[in-house]
């Protein structure tokens, strides 16, 4: 079982940073995708940045520019930079993770969610 600990998040007013990480810790054989969803009160959870094990990266369009999403293989950790926040923004950001994890007989996929962290931004 692969676990994911987020941390980073918090209140912040319009315009400025946040800065949001993620470690995988488990029986990781590999890592493929890493990203970043969000979830808004009342609405659907959706993809904000997506990042290859190829580092091929792919952004909702509503945050395309301000957000940068980056990955540290050697840590099995995935990084979201938040600029220029907007209202709009506030949600719990949950991160992802999948890949293949060890198991007695060999590998088997894996596909992991974090605890989620709050971020609001304030008018």
């Known amino acids: 079982q692969v676990q994911l600990v987020e941390s980073g998040g918090g209140l912040v007013q319009s315009g400025e940073s946040l800065s949001l990480s993620c470690a995988a810790s488990?029986?990781?054989?590999?890592?493929?995708?890493m990203g970043w969803y969000r979830q808004a009160p009342g609405e659907e959870r959706e993809l904000v940045a997506l990042?290859?094990?190829?580092?091929?990266?792919n952004y909702a369009r509503s945050v395309k520019g301000r957000f940068t999403i980056s990955r540290d293989n050697a840590k099995n950790a995935v990084y979201l930079q938040m600029n220029s926040l907007k209202p709009e923004d506030t949600a719990v950001y949950y991160c992802?993770?999948?890949?293949?994890?060890?198991?007695?007989?060999?590998?088997?996929?894996?596909?992991?969610w974090g605890q989620g962290t709050q971020v609001t931004v304030s008018s």
């Open positions: 488990g029986r990781i054989n590999s890592i493929n995708d």
């Open positions: 990042i290859t094990s190829g580092f091929m990266t």
């Open positions: 992802y993770v999948n890949g293949r994890e060890q198991a007695s007989w060999g590998t088997m996929p894996f596909s992991s």
